[in-house]
């Protein structure tokens, strides 16, 4: 498994952002592509799954791994698709307030490239996708 991690700060409370990624059903509110995207949840809490249709991504299944209200960080895995040419995948997103009305949002993140797959391409891929997430959960978090 190859390492990442990505961070930056958002112009939005923790607290504020955390209430949308929290809910791990609300993806396609605040991702790019999300208004022609569906999305279907199977469970409750943590073991729960996520099985979405994007255009940028094709059809993924993720499973919440994990919740910590106080860390405010959820972590989930692939378990079908192949998003970005990767086979195995994980990662683990948390807030943290630095200041008024901003926070710094971290991706940790694993991942396993299919066969002949360069791992640069895949992290590049990673930056751009956690960049404009982030952008856009702050947009709807602000706005809700």
């Given at each position: 498994m190859v390492p990442f991690h990505f961070a930056m700060t958002l112009d939005v409370p923790a607290?504020?952002?955390w209430k949308v990624l929290r809910d791990f059903g609300s993806l396609l509110a605040w991702v790019k592509g999300g208004d022609i995207g569906t999305l279907e949840v199977t469970g409750e809490g943590v073991g729960m799954v996520r099985d979405f249709t994007l255009p940028s991504f094709g059809t993924v299944q993720h499973r919440l791994d994990e919740v910590s209200e106080a860390e405010h960080a959820i972590r989930y895995s692939l378990?079908?698709?192949?998003?970005?040419?990767m086979k195995d995948y994980w990662t683990r997103i948390s807030l943290t307030d630095t200041g008024p009305g901003q926070c710094r949002i971290d991706?940790?993140?694993e991942f396993e490239p299919?066969?002949?797959?360069n791992p640069k391409v895949i992290a590049d891929?990673?930056?751009?996708?956690?960049?404009?997430m982030s952008e856009r959960l702050a947009a709807y978090s602000n706005n809700r």
């Open positions: 607290a504020t952002a378990t079908k698709g192949r998003p970005l040419d991706w940790r993140s299919h066969d002949g797959v891929g990673l930056e751009g996708a956690y960049r404009d």
